[in-house]
């Protein structure tokens, strides 16, 4: 099983690219998204938890998300692989994540980091706002958005590279080119 974590700025295209490997290989998809609202939504313990810090407005911390991230991967059928999307963030919670696979006598295998510029993140998360009607797709919060990802999520680039992890892949332009590169990444693991 290949454990994978798919890494880019908000608006990268990591859901997309995501859907499509998922499709391609029969990987598990964890979306620390959709985790942590189907936690809140089937009233769990952990997502109990959570919503709690959530309601306060105040960020989970990474020894609950670890948590309720273990228990994803726990619960999962052991199949080709698992893309992580949208964690880690920081490079405790990269820490974290290799400390939780670990124990269960795997690791991460590849990052995989889609490079998009900064000006077609905007534009594609404008666009995406106009037709998904998200609330935080709008120019000041993007904007917001990109200067935390630089600030916290971006030193990750550095330290899965120094892992030998880091697999950069051009992601602009065609979807299936994006998917093409990604999967020539992950054929070769």
Not at 1 to 10: E, L, S
Not at 16 to 29: C, E, K, N
Not at 107 to 113: D, I, R
Not at 124 to 146: F, Q, V, W
């Amino acid at each position: 099983m290949k454990n994978i974590v798919i890494f880019g700025a908000p608006g990268s295209g990591k859901g997309t690219q995501s859907d499509m490997l998922v499709a391609r290989y029969g990987f598990d998809h964890i979306s620390t998204g959709d985790v942590l609202r189907a936690e809140i939504k089937n009233g769990t313990e952990l997502g109990r938890t959570a919503k709690a810090y959530i309601d306060k407005g105040q960020l989970i911390p990474d020894d609950l998300m670890i948590d309720i991230l273990a228990a994803t991967y726990d619960a999962l059928p052991k199949t080709a692989g698992v893309i992580f999307d949208g964690f880690p963030r920081t490079i405790p919670q990269a820490e974290a994540l290799e400390r939780m696979l670990a124990e269960r006598g795997t690791q991460v295998h590849a990052m995989l980091e889609l490079q998009v510029p900064d000006e077609m993140l905007i534009e594609r998360l404008i666009n995406r706002g106009k037709t998904s009607g998200r609330a935080d797709d709008n120019a000041e919060t993007i904007a917001k958005r990109l200067e935390v990802y630089n600030a916290q999520t971006a030193p990750l680039i550095a330290w899965y590279d120094k892992a030998g992890l880091r697999n950069a892949v051009t992601g602009h332009g065609a979807l299936e080119d994006i998917n093409a590169a990604l999967r020539a990444v992950i054929d070769n693991l």
